[in-house]
T-cell receptor, first 111, second 114 residues
């Protein structure tokens, strides 16, 4: 059974600092997704990572994938308040369309 | 519409009643998914449709839960004889079929069973 773990679960950061959220998964996978969820809202797609070594960047967020280590990271550079949200990673198995989600990382950026 | 829509946005029901939740996917998206999100938790997969058939319904928690899709478009998730543990946000997503296809999520239906 595919399991996805994220850490930390809660992260409080000062504006301007850098930090990384980690996503580990238990079995081989061909796709990894990062989503953002604001309180009371639905999920917004951030990144799709399809291959080992894939790196994608959008603004202050950068995601990478190491399929050998079964690890993805979401790096936040020079955090700003607007990035406060819960971030989920989600993994799909080969030939399977359903996503298995991590527990989420609740990120709070403090001025 | 441009995105996935769901109705109702909120539903309060009494224990033992049946409820129907509706999802309208993005036009042209062949795949449709239902997930459940309990308070403060991640998403749990419920069921996946490809066209009108459901190749994976492994996440449905009990036989009180069922879903159907018609016309490769609208889907309804039905919960019979609701229980308090069914209280959650039910999220629908849709996508094209293909590796790396992004699932786009609707706003969800917040279900509260009293």
């Amino acid at each position: 059974e595919l399991k996805v773990e994220q850490n930390p679960l809660f992260l409080s950061m000062q504006e301007g600092k850098n930090y990384t959220i980690y996503c580990n998964y238990s079995t081989t996978s061909d796709r990894l997704y990062w989503y953002r969820q604001d309180p009371g809202k639905s999920l917004e797609s951030l990144f799709v990572l399809l291959s080992n070594g894939a790196v994608k960047q959008e603004g202050r967020l950068m995601a990478s994938l190491d399929t050998k280590a079964r690890l993805s990271t979401l790096h936040i550079t020079a955090a700003v308040h607007d990035l406060s949200a819960t971030y989920f990673c989600a993994v799909a198995n080969f030939g399977n369309e359903k996503l298995t989600f991590g527990t989420g990382t609740r990120l709070t950026i403090i001025p | 519409g441009a995105g996935v829509s769901q109705s109702p946005s909120n539903k309060v029901t009494e224990k033992g009643k049946d409820v129907e939740l509706r999802c309208d996917p993005i036009s042209g998206h062949t795949a449709l998914y239902w997930y459940r999100q309990r308070l403060g938790q991640g998403l749990e997969f419920l069921i996946y449709f490809q066209g009108n058939s459901a190749p994976d319904k492994s996440g449905l928690p009990s036989d009180r839960f069922s879903a159907e899709r018609t016309g490769e478009s609208v889907s309804t998730l039905t919960i019979q004889r609701t229980q308090q543990e069914d209280s959650a946000v039910y999220l629908c997503a849709s996508s094209f079929i293909g590796q790396g296809a992004t699932q786009y999520f609707g706003p969800g239906t917040r279900l509260l069973v009293l």
